[in-house]
């Protein structure tokens, strides 16, 4: 039987980088071309329904992404897209973006869809970028274009919170 889960992973774990998850090789997602390296407790994959689920104290790294959840899910269709779910107290990820801004995420829930480019944290969100702060109950992050949206729980007194740090002035020299 041919081992397809090397391509799989690729794109899997490729998917959970950032803004570079769906760029071909030689796109401009830096980590795309180093290794993978995945810890977990157990793995189960199943190449038929190109499907595999990460549990126990998972760790997820390439190049600048790094992933931890309590379990993680992968799913990849028929065109190669992958989806991904990573649960946790909190999950968590970190990614440099092409722009050399770090981000990094927590959440209860962490969905990732390849072929739109984002990520979704849901349940106690919370995202930083850069010096940039924002927490709500559902974040929306749109990798392709680093645009982010925040929502409350719904729940009376439920709100969004953002501290936005102010850009440095240019030298007037």
């Given at each position: ?20 998850w ?12 180093k290794?993978i ?5 157990r ?5 038929a ?30 065109a190669?897209?992958t ?31 390849s ?24 974040i929306t ?23 936005i ?9």
């Open positions: 039987m041919k081992n397809n889960w090397k391509p799989l992973w690729w794109v899997a774990m490729i998917g959970l980088c950032g803004a570079g769906v760029y071909a090789a030689g796109g401009s997602n830096p980590d795309a071309g290794s390296n995945i810890e977990a407790d793995a189960r994959m199943d190449d329904k190109k499907q595999a689920i990460y549990e126990g104290r998972v760790e997820i790294s390439q190049g600048s992404m790094h992933i931890n959840a309590a379990r993680v899910e992968a799913q990849q269709d028929g190669g897209f989806t991904m779910l990573a649960t946790g107290d909190p999950a968590h990820f970190t990614r440099k973006e092409t722009t050399g801004q770090w981000v990094e995420g927590w959440a209860r829930r962490v969905d990732y869809d072929r739109a480019e984002l990520v979704v944290l849901t349940d106690q969100a919370h995202l930083r970028r850069g010096e940039d702060d924002v927490r709500g109950n559902v992050y749109n990798m392709k274009t680093q645009v982010y949206q925040a929502s409350s729980s719904g729940k009376p007194g439920g709100r969004v919170r953002a501290v740090q102010p850009k440095p002035e240019a030298d007037s020299r």
